[in-house]
C-alpha cells in the first residue's frame, strides 16, 4: 500500500470518526457515547482479520461436510418458525403451510435413514441401541405409547415421531464419524447455523426495528426479539449465551496459528451484546454458569475466583449493584419477579393437574399446553417453561427418568474426558461441550428446548460428543474385554498413543500404530489384537 492511499484512508477513517462523535453525542450521555465509539474502533480493528479467518475456517468447514451434515441442516431448519398460532388455532386447522414446510424437512431426514436402512447400510438402528443413545431411545418410546392416553394423541404422536427422527439422525452420525475430527466438524456446523439465525435477528433490527424491538421492557426500554423468523426474547438471549460460551472456550483452549482470536472475540463481544440487549435473565445466569463450568474444568479456578471477587467488590462498593438489579428486575415488582415472571404460578398448578393422573400423565407434550395452559386461559404459549415439569406432566415419572438419566450421563462422560490421556482435539471439544452444556442445564429449568423437536439440537450435540468418548474409550480399553489383564495394559497404553495421532486428524496414524507393535487384521483373526487403522474403523460402532 503506497503512502498516499494510507494518508487517504486514515483521513477517512477520522472524518467518519468527526461525524459519528458529533451523533453520538447529540443522542446519548458523554460516556455511553465514548463505550460505543470504543466497541466500534476495536470492531473494525478486528473485522480485517476476522474476515481473513472466517474465508479459511468456511473453506475447511466446507471440504468436511458429509451427507449427515445436510440432515443436521434440515432438522434445523425445521424449526424456524414464522408465525405463532395457539392451542385453538392448531386443533381447528393441524396442518397449515408452515406446519407443512416443518413436516416435509422432518420427513425428508426419516426418509434417508430409511433409504439407507433399506440398501443395507443399518448402522444407525444398532447405534441406536447402545449407550446414551439407547436412552434416548427409550425415552422416545416412552412419548410414543402415551398417545394411548394423551388428550390430544395426534398431537403427542407427531411431537414424538419428530424426536424419535431427531434421536435417529444423531445415532447415525454416532455410525458414522469416526473421529474427532469428523465431530469437531458437526460443531462447527451447529455454531454456524446458529450464528447466522442470531444474524438474522439483526437483519430483522435493520429492517424492522418498531418490530424487533419490544417497547417498555427493563431497564434499557426495549428488548430485541427476531422478526423473521420469529425468535422469542428468551431464544436470542440462549443462542447468543450459547455462542459467547463457546467462542470463549475456544479463546482459552487453543493456540498457535489455529486460534482465530479476531473471530472468536468479533463473536464473543456480539453474543454478549445480543445478550444483554435481549434482556433474558435466565439466559444470563446459564451464560455465567457455563463460564464458570468452562473455568472450573480447564482448572483456571484461581481466574474463576478472582473474576467472582472482582465483581462482589464492585457491586458493593458501587452503584453497579442497584444498577444490575434494576436490569434484571427489567421493570417488574419484586414479587413478580420472584415468581419467576408467573412460572411458579404455573409450575404449581402444573403440579396440581399432575397428582390428578400421577401414573400415567397426559400424554408427552399435550400435558403442558392442552391441559395446564389451557385451563389457565394461556393458549398461545406452547408449553409449561420446564422441561422436568413438561415431562412429568405429559408421561409421569417413566419419562423424566431417562431426561434425568441422560443429562447426568452427559456431565459424567464428558468429564471424564478431560483424563491426561486425551488427545488435545478431544480434550478442547470436551471443553467446550461442557461450557455448551452449562448453559443448558440452566435453561431446561425454564424452558423445554432439551425435549422438544430441533430446539434441542445443542443438547443432542453434546450429548452425541459424550456417547462418542464412551464409544472411543469403550473399544480403546477393552482390547480382550472390559477389565483387561495386567499384561494387557501395555498394549492399552500403546493404542492410546495412536489414538491421539487418529484425534488430530488421522495422519500418521498406522505409522504410530506399527510403531507401537500392533498387528495387522489378519492377524486378529487368529486371536490377536487387530490393528489401530482397522479398529478405528470401528470406533464409531463400539
Not at 418458525?81 to 395457539?86: A, V, Y
Not at 456446523?189 to 435493520?206: E, H, I, K, N, P
Not at 492399552?492 to 500392533?518: H, K, P, W, Y
Amino acid at each position: 500500500m503506497t503512502t498516499a492511499r494510507r494518508i487517504s484512508i486514515f483521513a477517512a477513517l477520522v472524518l467518519v470518526q468527526a461525524f459519528a462523535i458529533s451523533a453520538i453525542l447529540d443522542r446519548f450521555s458523554a460516556l455511553l457515547g465514548f463505550l460505543v465509539l470504543a466497541l466500534a474502533a476495536v470492531i473494525l480493528l478486528a473485522v480485517p482479520a476476522a474476515l481473513r479467518q472466517v474465508k479459511a475456517s468456511v473453506g475447511a468447514l466446507g471440504r468436511q461436510l458429509r451427507w449427515w451434515h445436510w440432515l443436521w441442516l434440515f432438522l434445523f431448519l425445521s424449526d424456524l418458525t414464522f408465525r405463532i398460532r395457539d392451542a385453538n388455532e392448531i386443533q381447528d386447522s393441524p396442518v397449515d403451510f408452515w406446519a407443512g414446510y416443518r413436516m416435509g424437512l422432518v420427513g425428508a431426514c426419516g426418509l434417508v435413514l430409511a433409504a439407507r436402512f433399506a440398501m443395507g447400510h443399518a448402522e444407525w438402528v444398532r447405534s441406536l441401541f447402545q449407550g446414551l443413545a439407547r436412552v434416548l431411545a427409550i425415552y422416545c418410546a416412552v412419548c410414543v405409547v402415551s398417545t394411548a392416553w394423551s388428550v390430544y394423541p395426534q398431537w403427542t404422536l407427531y411431537k414424538a415421531v419428530e424426536y424419535l427422527i431427531d434421536a435417529s439422525v444423531l445415532a447415525a452420525i454416532l455410525a458414522a464419524a469416526g473421529s474427532v475430527a469428523a465431530f469437531k466438524s458437526l460443531f462447527d456446523w451447529t455454531w454456524a447455523l446458529t450464528g447466522l439465525l442470531m444474524g438474522t435477528v439483526w437483519a430483522g433490527a435493520l429492517a424492522w426495528p418498531g418490530d424487533a424491538f419490544a417497547r417498555g421492557v427493563g431497564t434499557l426500554g426495549w428488548q430485541l426479539v427476531g422478526v423473521a423468523p420469529n425468535v422469542s426474547a428468551n431464544s436470542v438471549g440462549e443462542i447468543s449465551a450459547l455462542l459467547a460460551v463457546v467462542a470463549l472456550a475456544r479463546l482459552l483452549t487453543r493456540n498457535g496459528a489455529h486460534a482465530r482470536r479476531a473471530f472468536y472475540g468479533l463473536v464473543f463481544a456480539a453474543s454478549l451484546i445480543t445478550l444483554i440487549l435481549s434482556q433474558t435473565r435466565s439466559a444470563l445466569t446459564a451464560f455465567v454458569f457455563g463460564v464458570a463450568a468452562l473455568l472450573f474444568f480447564s482448572r483456571r479456578v484461581g481466574i474463576a475466583a478472582f473474576s467472582v471477587l472482582g465483581v462482589l467488590l464492585a457491586v458493593f462498593q458501587s452503584t453497579l449493584g442497584e444498577t444490575a438489579m434494576q436490569y434484571f428486575l427489567r421493570g417488574q415488582d419484586r414479587q413478580l419477579f420472584g415468581s419467576l415472571s408467573g412460572r411458579t404460578e404455573w409450575w404449581a398448578y402444573a403440579w396440581a393437574k399432575f397428582l390428578e393422573r400421577p401414573l400415567t400423565g397426559y400424554g408427552a407434550y399435550a400435558g403442558g399446553r392442552f391441559v395446564a395452559m389451557a385451563d389457565l386461559g394461556d393458549s398461545a404459549t406452547s408449553s409449561i417453561h420446564s422441561t422436568y415439569i413438561e415431562v412429568l406432566l405429559g408421561t409421569s415419572i417413566w419419562g423424566l427418568l431417562p431426561v434425568i438419566a441422560l443429562l447426568a450421563g452427559a456431565w459424567w462422560l464428558l468429564a471424564r474426558g478431560l483424563n491426561r490421556s486425551a488427545a488435545g482435539a478431544e480434550r478442547e471439544l470436551a471443553l467446550e461441550a461442557l461450557a455448551v452444556l452449562g448453559v443448558i442445564t440452566v435453561r431446561s429449568v425454564f424452558t423445554t428446548h432439551l425435549i422438544w423437536h430441533a430446539s434441542a439440537l445443542p443438547f443432542l450435540l453434546v450429548l452425541g460428543y459424550a456417547e462418542f468418548l464412551r464409544r472411543k474409550r469403550q473399544w480403546r480399553c477393552r482390547p480382550g474385554g472390559w477389565w483387561w489383564r495386567h499384561k494387557e495394559r501395555r498394549s492399552c497404553a500403546e493404542t492410546s498413543i495412536a489414538l491421539r495421532a487418529f484425534a488430530d486428524g488421522g495422519a500418521g496414524a498406522d505409522r504410530v500404530a506399527q510403531r507401537a507393535g500392533f498387528r495387522r487384521r489378519s492377524e486378529r483373526r487368529q486371536g490377536r489384537y487387530g490393528g489401530v487403522s482397522s479398529g478405528l474403523r470401528f470406533a464409531g460402532h463400539a
